[in-house]
């Protein structure tokens, strides 16, 4: 049976011999034996990729070909050019940024969403990925506990998720001034004024520029990087104006969340809008394990998150969620008169999003969730966040190391000693290529950074992960 058979006018009786569009299946069946092969590779190729983008594109340049090639052709000449520049991104030993892998069944339906080739933005031309887009977001509200009534919008990243909350917040706080942005646009407003935490993710910062607010002012964090909420009172206690607050659930380098409860009731009493940057730590409000850590998370009044991170579906996947529909759709509503008419017809897809035409992101969303269910979705966490500590108590054991961050969720970072010394360890376990972990600066000092965000991560790869930094170690020490 296949979904289609309601309707025999479309369905072939027999599709292989059907003529419509077979011109598709040499290059697809080329393209998913690759895809079995690269994906059978993962478990055991090395991480780092084995060229650079530079000699890439020397060894390839060359004119725009005069005439066509054959489409199984191309698809073999970009999977033999692409082989030696691809980073084991998917390998469960990838522990740089956070980048999450892909569970299979968010795969499958991104492959779909491909050949459908639906334009995803209206309700009445694409119904299907519509409905998609209205349950996948339901099952997120449920899933991590926020208001049922909020609306959702599907991203290119988390850095459009947080330009969406923070572009909403910026006209309810402007409305609530008397200012109507949408009609006067922001030259002569009121000024907006945004705190956010010292640890702030840089995306916040360049969504905040996009949308013309200028730099934010920074509120002292503690020593994981949580906004102080007593200085944030302080700091609302000296501002006139409106005023925007984000906050974060999840800090790049501590996995530590912001305080909500207490924040959220700071900002609200001074009638500020919360915004809340969740890009991979939001997911934590599914598990039981977390939910203390982001009491009041729910009170905010909007959230960005990213399903290319810890839900593990293919990139790229940001999700928006706004807690006043309303204000969401006026922002991103191509009629101006949608603020009066909410609560009637639902929002388009496009109403919630900056993107007009895009492709059906929302689909592998559905899939990840419907493939794992509530009690699989809560295990992904909590394993990506078991698989932190168990990285963190075997390279603790290593001569030299110190985990510098309490390991409250997904994220870990290692001193070795110096600063020369992290430098040069970070260096060693790039090169040796069993693991990727990155290196930066925090507290003034320099980190080896691990993230764990994908869901393969097995105890062998914590395992084989401890021995390459503990290799890494070794070398440094002898060579010095
Ligand atoms: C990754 C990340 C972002 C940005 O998300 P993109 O999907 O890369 O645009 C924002 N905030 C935090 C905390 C992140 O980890």
């Given amino acids: 049976m296949t979904i289609f058979d309601h309707d025999d006018t479309f369905a072939p009786a027999n599709p292989t011999a059907a003529p419509g569009r077979q011109e598709y299946r040499p290059a697809l069946d080329r393209a998913h034996d690759l895809a079995l092969e690269w994906l059978r590779s993962v478990p055991t190729r090395r991480v780092a990729p084995a060229a650079t983008a530079d000699e ?62 639906q334009n995803a933005a209206m309700r009445f031309a694409t119904p299907a990925t519509a409905a998609v887009e209205g349950i996948a977001g339901r099952w997120m509200l449920e899933l991590l506990g926020l208001p049922s009534t909020a609306a959702v919008g599907f991203t290119t990243g988390g850095t459009m998720a947080n330009f969406v909350g923070l572009a909403a917040g910026r006209t309810a706080v402007l409305e609530a001034a008397g200012w109507d942005l949408h009609e006067n646009g922001l030259s002569g407003s009121p000024r907006i ?3 956010v935490g010292e640890e702030s993710h840089v995306s916040v910062e360049l969504a905040l520029r996009y949308l013309g607010l200028g730099r934010p002012r920074t509120v002292a ?13 302080t700091a609302l206690a000296t501002i006139d104006g409106p005023v925007i607050v984000g906050l974060q659930a999840g800090n790049l380098h501590s996995g530590a969340f912001d305080p909500m409860r207490e924040c959220v009731r700071l900002a609200h009493a001074r009638g500020a809008w919360v915004h809340v940057d969740g890009a991979f730590g939001l997911w934590a409000a599914a598990s039981p394990l977390y ?29 928006a969620i706004v807690a006043h529909p309303a204000v969401l ?35 592998p969303v559905w899939a990840a969730l419907r493939a794992l269910g ?7 966490v909590e394993g990506l966040a078991a698989n932190a500590r168990a990285l963190a108590d075997g390279l603790a054991t290593l001569p030299g190391a110190e985990v510098v961050n309490d390991v409250v969720f997904t994220q870990v970072c290692l001193s070795f000693g110096s600063d020369e010394r992290t430098r040069r360890v970070t260096q060693r376990v790039m090169t040796d290529g069993t693991v990727w972990m990155s290196g930066s600066r925090w507290h003034e000092r320099d980190v080896l950074r691990i993230s764990v965000s994908n869901w393969s991560t097995d105890a062998d790869d914590v395992a084989a992960s401890i021995a390459a930094v503990a290799r890494a170690i070794t070398a440094v020490d002898d060579d010095s």
Avoid at 374 to 380: D, I, Y
Wanted: charged share 25%; hydrophobic share 40%.
């Fill in 374 to 380: 509530r009690s699989g979705a809560v295990a992904l």
């Fill in 56 to 117: 890439l594109e020397a060894r390839f340049r060359g004119p725009l070909p005069e005439g066509p090639t054959d489409a199984t052709d191309v698809v073999d000449e970009l999977a033999a050019m692409c082989e030696p520049g691809l980073m084991n991104m998917p390998s469960g030993r990838f522990f740089g940024w956070v980048i999450g892998g892909t569970l299979p069944a968010a795969l499958a339906a991104d492959w779909l969403v491909s050949a459908w080739d």
């Fill in 193 to 195: 004024t945004v705190l």
């Fill in 291 to 319: 939910r203390e850590a982001l009491d009041g998370l729910d009170g905010a009044d909007s959230w960005a998150t990213d399903a290319h991170k810890t839900l593990n579906v293919p990139y790229d996947c940001g999700v």
């Fill in 221 to 233: 964090s503690d020593d994981q990087g949580r906004m102080d909420p007593t200085a944030l009172g």
């Fill in 329 to 363: 759709r006026s922002v991103f509503g191509a009629h101006t008169n949608y603020i009066i008419q909410s609560g009637a017809a639902p929002a388009d897809p496009f109403e919630k999003v900056p993107e007009m035409s895009r492709r059906a992101r929302e689909v």
